[in-house]
Nanobody, 123 residues
Framework: VQLVESGGGLVQTGGSLRLSCVAS????????TAWFRQAPGKEREFVSV????????DYRRSVKGRFTISRDNAKNTVYLQMNRLTSEDTAVYYC?????????????????WGQGTQVTVSS
């Protein structure tokens, strides 16, 4: 499975961005797709996940109510709509796909990773 992210950029505090992750290759093997992020000098962290089988979603606490994950089956694409952005959301955002059912959130649960897209929130 190959993953390509897009949609990152520079936005002011309080603004919005929508990230996209297009999957290709053995997409029939995907159970879940997640977004992770890594801020400068920090470890990569889980942001959100969606199950391709049940559409069940999960989010890290700090983004609940502001971020929404969704997917378009026909386009093999997963989106992350990010609203009310703050400087704490500045990071490189990575898309990941895996074969673990449910709503996994560990990096080790995902087999395929994209290259990442930079999101910068300025005050």
């Amino acid at each position: 499975v190959q993953l390509v992210e897009s949609g990152g950029g520079l936005v002011q505090t309080g603004g919005s961005l929508r990230l996209s992750c297009v999957a290709s290759g053995r997409t029939d093997s995907i159970y879940t797709t997640a977004w992770f992020r890594q801020a400068p000098g920090k470890e990569r962290e889980f942001v959100s996940v969606i199950s391709w089988r049940t559409d069940t979603t999960d989010y890290r606490r700090s983004v609940k109510g502001r971020f929404t994950i969704s997917r378009d089956n026909a386009k093999n694409t997963v989106y992350l709509q990010m609203n009310r952005l703050t400087s704490e959301d500045t990071a490189v955002y990575y898309c990941a796909a895996g074969r673990v059912a449910g709503t996994p959130f560990l990096e080790s649960d995902f087999d395929s990773w994209g290259q990442g897209t930079q999101v910068t929130v300025s005050s």
